[in-house]
């Protein structure tokens, strides 16, 4: 199985910051990396799939970058609706293999 | 307008069969590349993904539940059936089906999930 580490797991950010969230795949995944945004009580939303491409609906502020092994999440100026927790997942082989998740929390 | 549905007990006993059923709309599940997979996740805990069923009945286990699932799917009814076998506390969950997009197999459409404790 292909092992996807997210760092930090948890995170203190003001609103209008800047945050970067990593996630590193165990092997090369090429580019089968999606990010999504969950609230609590809520399904995970789609944010970022193919790594870097931006879901229709998705805010301009939300990108993605990487490929291989190593990804991430940025978010260029935190909204009060952002404090969420991220997953990434890879869908290269199956299983398609969630991270651990990244909680961002308001500081 | 893609939309999923999950339904099933909110209570199962241990040891007991798990039976999750994922109504769909919006969609085909006889449509070639589509497919629909299930995720859970424990309260507080992060997503595992358990699997999917592909519209030419293919399916694919998580390796480490593959002996106590089984997906079927019904396409004239527009559904997916989770069983899941032995169950045990810490299968207590929020469980979700999720349609499969074609291209770069993220999971675009999500149902609102069911939770389902397990409890004598």
């Known amino acids: 199985d292909i092992q996807m580490t997210q760092s930090p797991s948890s995170l203190s950010a003001s609103v209008g910051d800047r945050v970067t969230i990593t996630c590193r795949a165990s092997q090369s995944i090429s580019n089968f990396l999606t990010w999504y945004q969950q609230k609590p009580g809520k399904a995970p939303k789609l944010l970022i799939y193919a790594a870097s491409s931006l879901q229709s609906g998705v805010p301009s502020r939300f990108s993605g970058r990487g490929s291989g092994t190593d990804f991430s999440l940025t978010i260029s100026s935190l909204q009060p609706e952002d404090f969420a927790t991220y997953y990434c997942q890879q869908s290269y082989s199956t299983p398609h293999t969630f991270g651990q998740g990244t909680k961002l929390e308001i500081k | 307008q893609i ?24 969609f085909s599940l006889s449509t070639s590349g589509v497919a629909v997979g299930w995720i ?20 694919r286990y998580s390796p480490s539940l593959k002996s106590r699932l089984t997906f079927t799917k019904d396409t004239s009814k527009n559904q997916v059936v989770l069983t899941m076998t032995s169950m045990d506390p810490v299968d207590t969950a929020t469980y979700y089906c999720a349609h499969r997009s074609e291209q770069w197999l993220e999971f675009d459409y999500w149902g609102q999930g069911t939770l389902v404790t397990v409890s004598s």
């Open chain 2, 40 to 59: 859970r996740q424990p309260p507080g805990k992060a997503l595992e993904w358990l699997g999917i069923i592909y519209w030419d009945d293919d399916k």
């Open chain 2, 3 to 26: 939309t999923l549905k999950e339904s099933g007990p909110t209570l199962v006993k241990p040891t007991q069969t798990l039976t999750l059923t994922c109504t769909f709309s919006g």
